[in-house]
């Protein structure tokens, strides 16, 4: 079994910042991209970021400049600095993440239950 569990969700109003983790538990060997997506009411999901084992990096372009995505390897845990925020970025984040259980030999995908970020005044 592989856990993920999200935190720092919350309300904001705009220009202010959040940051979000999500720590990776159970069953792991190995662990490769980790990111995040975010949903809003009545849209799709949508990258967000992420990150990859080699810390190479990719930004949607509506956060690119305000947010910054980094993983502690050591922790299994991969944060989201959010910064400047907007109304636009209420959304659901969820966090993902390829993991290859033990005992296993190739790599899955894992999901989050998500945490509500809502930026309002």
């Known amino acids: 079994q592989v856990q993920l569990v999200e935190s720092g969700g919350g309300l904001v109003q705009p220009g202010g910042s959040l940051r979000l983790s999500c720590a990776v538990s159970?069953?792991?060997?190995?662990?490769?991209?980790m990111g995040w997506y975010r949903q809003a009411p009545g849209k799709q999901r949508e990258l967000v970021a992420y990150?990859?084992?080699?810390?190479?990096?990719n930004y949607a372009d509506s956060v690119k400049g305000r947010f910054n995505i980094s993983r502690d390897i050591a922790k299994n845990t991969v944060y989201l600095q959010m910064t400047n925020l907007k109304p636009e970025d209420t959304a659901v984040y969820f966090c993902?993440?390829?993991?290859?259980?033990?005992?296993?030999?190739?790599?899955?995908?894992?999901w989050g239950r998500g945490t509500q970020v809502t930026v309002s005044s």
């Open positions: 993902n993440t390829e993991v290859r259980p033990r005992f296993t030999s190739g790599f899955s995908s894992y």
């Open positions: 159970g069953s792991v060997f190995s662990i490769r991209s």
């Open positions: 990150i990859t084992s080699g810390s190479n990096t």
